[in-house]
C-alpha cells in the first residue's frame, strides 16, 4: 500500500477528489460531479472557493448563481436531462445563504435525483462563538441551521475533522451514484475544517469509477408477474420518471409492441412512448386524459414501471376502480416497487423490461382492449386540437393556444420545462411529447422557481438543445434571478412569461374548495380591504429586459406565433411576454378527482356546497389490499 501523501487543506482535497469522480454505465463514463455552483461569503470564500481558484477551470469548472435555491434547481436540471449519471456541487456560506438550498435540497430527493451541497458551518473549534449568522441553541451546542438539511437530504454529515473526510466523501459518492438511493447530499463543512491542512493519502485522489448497476428482477417476481399479465384481461403501464432515468423507452417501446399493452404516463414518465404511438394514451390520473383514466378505471391489472404512485397519480385513491384490479410493480427501488400491496419487480427499468418482454413471448391483450383504447385516443386527439387551434389569428390567445402555437414551432429534441401552476395540468393533458427528454416537468415538488434556473441546467448538459421555461407571472416573480445568469454565460434560454395576474391556478382550485379564489389575485386592495382593485402596474417584461433579455411582447396569436419562431431562431436569452385570454375557458377539465379536504363546517353558501361534493367524491376511495 503506498504511503505517500499530499498536504493540502481540507477544501482543496474535497475539490480534488471530486474533479476525479466518475460515473460509468453500459460503458459509457461521465463525470460525476462536473462543476461546482457557488456564492461566496465568510463560510466558505476562505475554503472552499479559494480551493476552486487553485485547482482552476478543468479540474473543477465554477458557475456563479444569484440566488442558493437556483443553483440547486441548476443542478438538478442538468442531472435530470443527464439521466442521473452527472450532477454539480452547489457550494454556500453559513446562515442564510445555507438555509436557502433547503426548498432545492427536497426538490432533488423528492424527485430522486442527484445534487451534492456544500453549505460552511460554525467554527468546530468553538473559537469563534456565536460567530456572524449563527444560531445560538440553548440546549444543543452541536446544533446548526444546516441541521434543517437532514430531513431532505440522502445523506447528511458534518466534516469536523480533516481525516472525516475521506470516509465521508466516499460515502457521498456511493449515495448520489446509486439509482435507488440518489437524492440531495449534503456535507456540511465548517468554516475553520476547510482551513484546515492535512496530509492525504494519494490514494484519495485516484480516478474513482462508480458503476451504475442494471439489477435484473428475481427469477421467480418475473415468472409470477408473467402470470399476472398473462392473465389480465384489461392491462395497463403506468411509466414513470424512472423509465427514463433508466434510458428504457427502447424496451418499453418494444414490450408493448409486442404486447398490445397500453401506456399512461405520471408527469415525470411522460414521453416514455412518443405521442403518435398507438398505445400511448398520454397522462393519467387528475391531470391525465380521458382515454388514459377510463382505462385505468376499468384496468384489472396496471403495471407501474419507475413511478412513485403520487395522489396526481392515483386521483388521491379513486382511479383504480375495477373491484379486482392487481399491480405489479417494476421498480428499482423496493420502497416504491411495494406500494399498493403490488408484486414486485425489484430491478432496473431496462433490464426488467426485457426481461418481462421475454417472459411474456407470443402473449398479445385481447383485441377488444386495443380497440377500446386506440378508439379513446383518437377522441382525445380530437379534444387537443379543439385546445390548440385558433380560428382567429388577432385574438388574444388562451393558455392552451399558446401550447398549440408552441407545439407548431418546437423540433423533436426541444425541452420544455414547467414546474408549477396551471400549466402543467395543461401540459400533461395535451403536449404532444415528441422525444424522451423533451417533456420537463418537476412535479414531484412542484416547486414555483424550479424553471428557469433548471433550463440553464439542461443548457449546460446539452449545448445546442432548444431549451423553453414556460413560466406564469407567480413563478417568475418568486425567482428571476437566473436570468442574469443566463445572459452572462450566454446561454439562449427561451422564456415564455405568461401574465394572468395573480395565481390563477391555485385561485382555480379555491373556488373548487369553498375559498372563492380569496388571496389569490394581483390586484389593490378594495374598499373592503380585499385583493380585488384594479390589476397591479408590473411590467414583467421590462424587468426581464433589465435583467439582460431580449423581449418580445406579442399580443395576438398570430403575432405569439411569429414571436416563438423568432426566439427560438435567437441566439440570446429571449423572453416572450404574453397576457393571456383568462375569460375564455379553452382547458380541456378534470379527468379525475384529487382530494384537498374542504371545511367540514361554514357560514358561507360556497364552502358548503364543496364539501357536499367532496363528500360525494371521497367515497370512491380505496385501499388497495
Same mark, same amino acid.
Given at each position: 500500500?503506498?504511503?505517500?501523501?499530499?498536504?493540502?487543506?481540507?477544501?482543496?482535497?474535497?475539490?480534488?477528489?471530486?474533479?476525479?469522480?466518475?460515473?460509468?454505465?453500459?460503458?459509457?463514463?461521465?463525470?460525476?460531479?462536473?462543476?461546482?455552483?457557488?456564492?461566496?461569503?465568510?463560510?466558505?470564500?476562505?475554503?472552499?472557493?479559494?480551493?476552486?481558484?487553485?485547482?482552476?477551470?478543468?479540474?473543477?469548472?465554477?458557475?456563479?448563481?444569484?440566488?442558493?435555491?437556483?443553483?440547486?434547481?441548476?443542478?438538478?436540471?442538468?442531472?435530470?436531462?443527464?439521466?442521473?449519471?452527472?450532477?454539480?456541487?452547489?457550494?454556500?456560506?453559513?446562515?442564510?445563504?445555507?438555509?436557502?438550498?433547503?426548498?432545492?435540497?427536497?426538490?432533488?430527493?423528492?424527485?430522486?435525483?442527484?445534487?451534492?451541497?456544500?453549505?460552511?458551518?460554525?467554527?468546530?473549534?468553538?473559537?469563534?462563538?456565536?460567530?456572524?449568522?449563527?444560531?445560538?441553541?440553548?440546549?444543543?451546542?452541536?446544533?446548526?441551521?444546516?441541521?434543517?438539511?437532514?430531513?431532505?437530504?440522502?445523506?447528511?454529515?458534518?466534516?469536523?475533522?480533516?481525516?472525516?473526510?475521506?470516509?465521508?466523501?466516499?460515502?457521498?459518492?456511493?449515495?448520489?451514484?446509486?439509482?435507488?438511493?440518489?437524492?440531495?447530499?449534503?456535507?456540511?463543512?465548517?468554516?475553520?475544517?476547510?482551513?484546515?491542512?492535512?496530509?492525504?493519502?494519494?490514494?484519495?485522489?485516484?480516478?474513482?469509477?462508480?458503476?451504475?448497476?442494471?439489477?435484473?428482477?428475481?427469477?421467480?417476481?418475473?415468472?409470477?408477474?408473467?402470470?399476472?399479465?398473462?392473465?389480465?384481461?384489461?392491462?395497463?403501464?403506468?411509466?414513470?420518471?424512472?423509465?427514463?432515468?433508466?434510458?428504457?423507452?427502447?424496451?418499453?417501446?418494444?414490450?408493448?409492441?409486442?404486447?398490445?399493452?397500453?401506456?399512461?404516463?405520471?408527469?415525470?414518465?411522460?414521453?416514455?412512448?412518443?405521442?403518435?404511438?398507438?398505445?400511448?394514451?398520454?397522462?393519467?390520473?387528475?391531470?391525465?386524459?380521458?382515454?388514459?383514466?377510463?382505462?385505468?378505471?376499468?384496468?384489472?391489472?396496471?403495471?407501474?414501471?419507475?413511478?412513485?404512485?403520487?395522489?396526481?397519480?392515483?386521483?388521491?385513491?379513486?382511479?383504480?376502480?375495477?373491484?379486482?384490479?392487481?399491480?405489479?410493480?417494476?421498480?428499482?427501488?423496493?420502497?416504491?416497487?411495494?406500494?399498493?400491496?403490488?408484486?414486485?419487480?425489484?430491478?432496473?427499468?431496462?433490464?426488467?423490461?426485457?426481461?418481462?418482454?421475454?417472459?411474456?413471448?407470443?402473449?398479445?391483450?385481447?383485441?377488444?382492449?386495443?380497440?377500446?383504447?386506440?378508439?379513446?385516443?383518437?377522441?382525445?386527439?380530437?379534444?387537443?386540437?379543439? !385546445? %390548440? $387551434?385558433?380560428?382567429?389569428?388577432?385574438?388574444?390567445? @388562451?393558455?392552451?393556444? *399558446?401550447?398549440?402555437? +408552441?407545439? &407548431?414551432?418546437?423540433?423533436?429534441?426541444?425541452?420544455?420545462?414547467?414546474?408549477?401552476?396551471?400549466?402543467?395540468?395543461?401540459?400533461?393533458?395535451?403536449?404532444?411529447?415528441?422525444?424522451?427528454?423533451?417533456?420537463?416537468?418537476?412535479?414531484?415538488?412542484?416547486?414555483?422557481?424550479?424553471?428557469?434556473?433548471?433550463?440553464?441546467?439542461?443548457?449546460?448538459?446539452?449545448?445546442?438543445?432548444?431549451?423553453?421555461?414556460?413560466?406564469?407571472?407567480?413563478?417568475?416573480?418568486?425567482?428571476?434571478?437566473?436570468?442574469?445568469?443566463?445572459?452572462?454565460?450566454?446561454?439562449?434560454?427561451?422564456?415564455?412569461?405568461?401574465?394572468?395576474?395573480?395565481?390563477?391556478?391555485?385561485?382555480?382550485?379555491?373556488?373548487?374548495?369553498?375559498?372563492?379564489?380569496?388571496?389569490? !389575485? %394581483? $390586484?389593490?386592495?378594495?374598499?373592503?380591504?380585499?385583493? @380585488?382593485?384594479?390589476? *397591479?402596474?408590473?411590467? +414583467?417584461? &421590462?424587468?426581464?429586459?433589465?435583467?439582460?433579455?431580449?423581449?418580445?411582447?406579442?399580443?395576438?396569436?398570430?403575432?405569439?406565433?411569429?414571436?416563438?419562431?423568432?426566439?427560438?431562431?435567437?441566439?440570446?436569452?429571449?423572453?416572450?411576454?404574453?397576457?393571456?385570454?383568462?375569460?375564455?375557458?379553452?382547458?380541456?377539465?378534470?379527468?379525475?378527482?384529487?382530494?384537498?379536504?374542504?371545511?367540514?363546517?361554514?357560514?358561507?353558501?360556497?364552502?358548503?356546497?364543496?364539501?357536499?361534493?367532496?363528500?360525494?367524491?371521497?367515497?370512491?376511495?380505496?385501499?388497495?389490499?
Amino acid at each position: 500500500m503506498s504511503t505517500l501523501t499530499r498536504r493540502l487543506t481540507v477544501a482543496q482535497a474535497l475539490v480534488r477528489f471530486l474533479s476525479v469522480q466518475y460515473t460509468e454505465r453500459d460503458g459509457v463514463r461521465h463525470r460525476l460531479i462536473a462543476g461546482t455552483w457557488g456564492i461566496f461569503g465568510h463560510g466558505n470564500v476562505a475554503g472552499v472557493g479559494q480551493a476552486l481558484l487553485e485547482a482552476g477551470p478543468e479540474a473543477m469548472p465554477y458557475h456563479q448563481g444569484r440566488n442558493e435555491q437556483a443553483m440547486v434547481h441548476a443542478a438538478v436540471g442538468y442531472a435530470r436531462q443527464l439521466d442521473r449519471l452527472s450532477t454539480m456541487a452547489v457550494t454556500t456560506s453559513i446562515g442564510p445563504g445555507a438555509t436557502n438550498l433547503v426548498t432545492g435540497a427536497a426538490l432533488a430527493t423528492v424527485n430522486r435525483l442527484p445534487v451534492l451541497l456544500l453549505p460552511g458551518d460554525y467554527f468546530a473549534t468553538r473559537v469563534a462563538d456565536p460567530l456572524l449568522q449563527q444560531l445560538e441553541h440553548p440546549v444543543e451546542a452541536d446544533v446548526s441551521v444546516n441541521d434543517t438539511l437532514r430531513p431532505v437530504s440522502r445523506y447528511f454529515d458534518r466534516v469536523s475533522r480533516p481525516e472525516a473526510l475521506v470516509p465521508s466523501a466516499l460515502h457521498a459518492m456511493r449515495v448520489l451514484a446509486d439509482p435507488a438511493e440518489t437524492g440531495a447530499v449534503t456535507l456540511a463543512l465548517p468554516q475553520d475544517v476547510q482551513a484546515e491542512a492535512y496530509d492525504w493519502p494519494e490514494a484519495f485522489f485516484a480516478e474513482r469509477v462508480w458503476h451504475v448497476r442494471r439489477p435484473a428482477p428475481d427469477p421467480e417476481e418475473l415468472a409470477e408477474a408473467a402470470r399476472a399479465v398473462r392473465a389480465a384481461r384489461r392491462p395497463l403501464i403506468v411509466a414513470g420518471g424512472g423509465v427514463h432515468h433508466s434510458r428504457a423507452e427502447e424496451a418499453l417501446k418494444a414490450l408493448v409492441d409486442a404486447t398490445g399493452i397500453p401506456v399512461a404516463s405520471t408527469q415525470a414518465g411522460k414521453g416514455s412512448l412518443r405521442h403518435d404511438h398507438p398505445a400511448d394514451l398520454g397522462g393519467i390520473g387528475h391531470t391525465g386524459t380521458a382515454v388514459a383514466d377510463d382505462i385505468a378505471r376499468a384496468a384489472d391489472l396496471v403495471i407501474g414501471v419507475g413511478t412513485r404512485y403520487t395522489d396526481f397519480t392515483t386521483a388521491s385513491g379513486t382511479l383504480f376502480q375495477n373491484p379486482d384490479v392487481r399491480f405489479v410493480n417494476l421498480n428499482i427501488a423496493a420502497f416504491d416497487a411495494h406500494k399498493l400491496a403490488a408484486r414486485t419487480l425489484v430491478c432496473d427499468a431496462r433490464t426488467g423490461l426485457e426481461a418481462l418482454a421475454a417472459a411474456l413471448e407470443g402473449h398479445r391483450v385481447d383485441s377488444a382492449h386495443t380497440a377500446d383504447y386506440r378508439s379513446g385516443k383518437e377522441r382525445w386527439e380530437q379534444v387537443v386540437e379543439d !385546445a %390548440y $387551434r385558433a380560428d382567429d389569428e388577432n385574438a388574444v390567445p @388562451t393558455q392552451t393556444q *399558446l401550447l398549440g402555437a +408552441l407545439d &407548431a414551432v418546437v423540433g423533436d429534441d426541444d425541452v420544455v420545462i414547467n414546474a408549477a401552476g396551471s400549466l402543467p395540468g395543461d401540459l400533461h393533458k395535451l403536449w404532444r411529447a415528441r422525444s424522451p427528454r423533451q417533456y420537463h416537468l418537476e412535479y414531484g415538488y412542484s416547486c414555483m422557481g424550479y424553471e428557469i434556473p433548471a433550463a440553464i441546467g439542461v443548457q449546460q448538459a446539452a449545448p445546442g438543445t432548444p431549451v423553453w421555461s414556460l413560466v406564469g407571472d407567480g413563478t417568475y416573480l418568486m425567482m428571476p434571478t437566473e436570468i442574469v445568469t443566463a445572459v452572462q454565460e450566454g446561454l439562449p434560454v427561451n422564456l415564455v412569461l405568461i401574465q394572468n395576474h395573480g395565481y390563477a391556478s391555485i385561485g382555480g382550485l379555491s373556488e373548487a374548495v369553498g375559498g372563492e379564489r380569496f388571496g389569490t !389575485a %394581483y $390586484r389593490y386592495r378594495a374598499a373592503d380591504s380585499t385583493f @380585488t382593485g384594479d390589476p *397591479l402596474p408590473v411590467d +414583467l417584461a &421590462a424587468n426581464a429586459a433589465s435583467l439582460g433579455m431580449d423581449v418580445l411582447r406579442p399580443k395576438t396569436v398570430g403575432e405569439l406565433r411569429e414571436a416563438l419562431r423568432t426566439a427560438r431562431a435567437s441566439d440570446r436569452p429571449t423572453c416572450v411576454y404574453v397576457e393571456t385570454d383568462t375569460a375564455t375557458g379553452s382547458a380541456p377539465p378534470a379527468e379525475a378527482w384529487w382530494d384537498v379536504p374542504v371545511a367540514q363546517t361554514a357560514a358561507r353558501e360556497s364552502a358548503v356546497r364543496a364539501r357536499e361534493e367532496y363528500d360525494r367524491q371521497v367515497t370512491d376511495r380505496r385501499r388497495h389490499l
